[in-house]
């Protein structure tokens, strides 16, 4: 009896001490050949494909927010020069029109963006441009929302109230075919 | 003496790493979940402009990416400075994005054909003139939904 028997001295548990080691490889695997993208952006819709140019001039002037971007990324907005960083003002007043001025949209639903870019224009400058007008749209949008319902808008919002919202105030931004002056 | 020196021999102050694999596993999942597996080896430097109304594109299996910016300095010598674009891992002319919608497409069950998105990933620095390109072409194809992929602005009034 003094001799134990061979299988009672083996250690009958799987050694788990090399288990670490595995994982730490398959985590240093999937470290580098993962990326964590910041998969963010600005979601645009773009209008379906026609051979003819849609005609904007039949459209009133006032209800026109025209915003052109030429290649050295300045910006004449109705016809005048201004700042990247005034636009999101002047576009959310223009669609509102909270005093009635006669140059501006007559209702929110009629107003329409037109933006006109250099094919010379840069990326940047553009999307600068595009995210201003969108903020304006973002920001009218959040405070109807805050009127009706109390919260701000969100696209967590049931279906009906965003629809309400987007029918009060439609996004419309129109792009037309941009000139080519500054090409590089 | 040798008291205390028999005490120490059969108590093991050894700490347990039976845990360990488990804390590594946790690490192993939670990045497995939060990342993507790299598709394509970027050819042309993307640095994406800034921009503050961004939008999370939520499943990536329905994104395709188009990239455009300048080749780096690798394929300079080849492919020169102008900005070009990338779709997959090659580069690509604006001929071939259709092709490369409709290979995309079929990896995705008809009924979500609707929902899906393509990111223009765009160096700042590059004038509209190719994206205008690649924009048109999209138009053309039918694919209408497009994301302009851009970087949470740092210095953004919020």
Known sequence: MAKKSSRDRMNNEINAGSMADIAFLLLIFFLVTTTIVEDKGITVKLPPWSEEDPDITKLKTRN??????????????????????????DAKIFIRNPYNAPDMAEKPTKAIISLKNDRGTS???????Y????????????????????????????????????DEIPFVLSEAEPTSFGEE | MSKFSKKRGKTKPEVSTASLP???????????????????????KVSTPYATELTKLEEKSLVNYLYIGRPTQKFQSLYGTKPRLQLGDKFATIQDIPLFLEKHK?????????????????????????????????????????????????????
Do not use: C
């Open chain 1, 131 to 166: 995210n201003e007008l969108k903020a304006a749209y973002n920001e009218l949008w959040d405070e109807l929302s805050e009127q009706k319902y109390g919260v701000p808008y969100s696209d967590d919002m049931p279906f009906a109230y965003k629809k309400a919202i987007r």
């Open chain 1, 64 to 89: 026109v927010f025209s915003v052109l971007v030429n290649a050295q990324d300045q910006l004449l907005v109705r016809g005048e020069p201004t700042r990247v960083e005034n636009l999101r003002e």
């Open chain 1, 123 to 129: 990326y940047d400058a553009y999307l600068r441009v």
């Open chain 2, 22 to 44: 488990d804390i590594i596993f946790m690490l192993l999942f939670f990045f497995m979940v939060v990342t993507v597996l790299r598709d394509a080896e970027l050819k042309v």
């Open chain 2, 106 to 158: 079929i990896k995705v069950p008809e009924n979500r054909h609707g929902q899906i998105t393509s990111s223009l990933r765009v160096d700042g620095e590059v004038t509209m003139g190719i994206v205008q390109d690649v924009k048109t072409e999209l138009r053309k194809s039918g694919q209408l939904k497009v994301n302009y992929s851009a970087k949470k602005d740092p210095n953004a009034s919020e």
